[in-house]
């Protein structure tokens, strides 16, 4: 079993190497979800579990469509981000990738 991590490696990368590092420090695994949405001007180091296109997949999008709203339909778009975050989030949950809240106290 894992511990999820959800995070904007674009923009938090040392936080969540911290808390990554935190986690397995104390004999757990981690996967490491990026939900960066940005230009892709700052490549993180970190490497993730899962990268946000496949996010966005999940919810029926690309990520070239969540870029290209994020000037005039930012909530548009990061809504879509939280749809696919959510959809691959319970599909670990089923495939016991993960312990944590059944989906119905999500």
């Known amino acids: 079993m894992a511990i999820v991590i959800v995070g904007m490696l ?26 960066s949405i940005g230009t892709g001007a700052i490549v993180s180091s970190l490497r993730p579990n899962v990268v946000c296109d496949e996010i966005v997949r999940f919810a029926g999008g690309t990520l070239e469509q969540i870029k290209g709203m994020l000037a005039k339909e930012r909530d548009k778009a990061t809504s879509i ?9 319970l599909e670990l949950y089923k495939k016991a990738s993960f312990k944590g809240s059944s ?3 999500v």
């Open 103 to 105: 989906p119905s106290q």
């Open 10 to 35: 674009d923009e938090r990368e040392e936080a969540l190497k911290i808390i990554k590092e935190q986690i397995e420090r104390q004999g757990h695994k981690t996967i490491l979800i990026d939900v």
């Open 81 to 89: 981000v939280a749809e696919g975050l959510t959809k691959k989030i």
